[in-house]
C-alpha cells in the first residue's frame, strides 16, 4: 500500500511539472554503439515476425516505448514496404527522469530526431482512438510486480483493459506483435489471449545476433481477421 502511494504522488508530481532539462544530445560513444546495436536488433526482431504487406501509406503504434531508443530501428524496417510510414509511440510515463534531469519525453526527441511523420504521444494507450495497420508492444505489464516496481500507480495497472483497446484499434488484416519476458509472463500473456479470444500465433523464443538478453523473451503474433 505505501509504495501505491508513493508512486501515485511521484507520478502526479512529474506529469504535473514535466521538468526536464531540454535538448539532450547522446555523447557517449559507448552508449551510441550500444544504441546502434540495439536498433539493429529491433529491425532484426521485426523482420522475422511481421509479414510485409505493400502500402502506400500505414500507421503505426509502439505501445510503451519509453524513451523510444529503439525508433529508428522500428521506422527503417517498415520503411522498407510501406511508402509512407505514420509512425506513433505512446508512453503513461513519458515525463520520468533520468539522473541526468533529462525526461523520457526530451530523450525521445533525439532518437526521433529526422525521422518523418514519427510521433511520440505522452498519454494513456486508452485515450487513443486511431486506427493502427500494425501494433507493437515490447514487455508490457501484465503483473503486478514490475508495475510497481518501475514506479506506476496501481490505477493504471489493467492489462486485460489495454490489451482489449489495443485489438480494438487494430485495423482489420491488421498484425500486432507482442513480446514478453520470461515464461512466467509469456504464460500470463497467453491465458489473457485466450480468456479474451484473440487468435495468435505463438512464435516462440526471440533470439538476434545483435543483442542478448539476460532473460529469454517470447513473442506472440496476432493477426485481425
Excluded at 532484426?44 to 525508433?71: M, S
Aim: aromatic share 18%; net charge positive; glycine share 4%.
Amino acid at each position: 500500500m505505501f509504495q501505491n502511494i508513493k508512486n501515485s504522488i511521484d507520478f502526479f508530481i512529474r506529469n504535473t511539472t514535466k521538468f526536464s532539462r531540454k535538448n539532450f544530445q547522446e555523447k557517449s560513444e559507448e552508449k551510441l554503439l550500444h544504441n546502434y546495436l540495439e536498433n539493429l536488433y529491433t529491425y532484426d526482431v521485426l523482420d522475422k515476425f511481421i509479414i510485409k504487406i505493400p502500402y502506400d501509406k500505414a500507421r503505426i503504434l509502439d505501445i510503451g516505448c519509453k524513451n523510444w531508443f529503439y525508433a529508428k530501428g522500428e521506422y527503417n524496417f517498415f520503411k522498407t514496404f510501406i511508402k509512407n510510414p505514420f509512425l506513433d509511440g505512446v508512453e503513461i510515463d513519458a515525463y520520468r527522469l533520468y539522473c541526468n534531469f533529462y525526461s523520457r519525453f526530451e530523450t525521445a526527441k533525439f532518437y526521433t530526431k529526422g525521422l518523418t511523420n514519427t510521433n511520440y504521444i505522452a498519454g494513456n494507450l486508452l485515450e487513443i482512438k486511431e486506427n493502427y495497420n500494425f501494433i507493437i508492444w515490447i514487455l508490457p505489464f501484465v503483473s503486478i510486480e514490475p508495475h510497481r516496481y518501475w514506479g506506476l500507480p496501481e490505477k493504471f495497472f489493467m492489462p486485460e483493459k489495454l490489451l482489449q483497446h489495443a485489438y480494438k484499434i487494430l485495423k482489420h488484416n491488421g498484425q500486432m506483435l507482442i513480446i514478453n519476458q520470461g515464461e512466467k509472463e509469456t504464460l500470463i500473456q497467453k491465458q489473457m489471449l485466450d480468456k479474451l479470444r484473440i487468435k495468435y500465433e505463438e512464435k516462440g523464443i526471440v533470439k538476434s545476433e545483435f543483442m542478448e538478453y539476460k532473460n529469454n523473451r517470447y513473442a506472440f503474433l496476432i493477426k485481425k481477421d
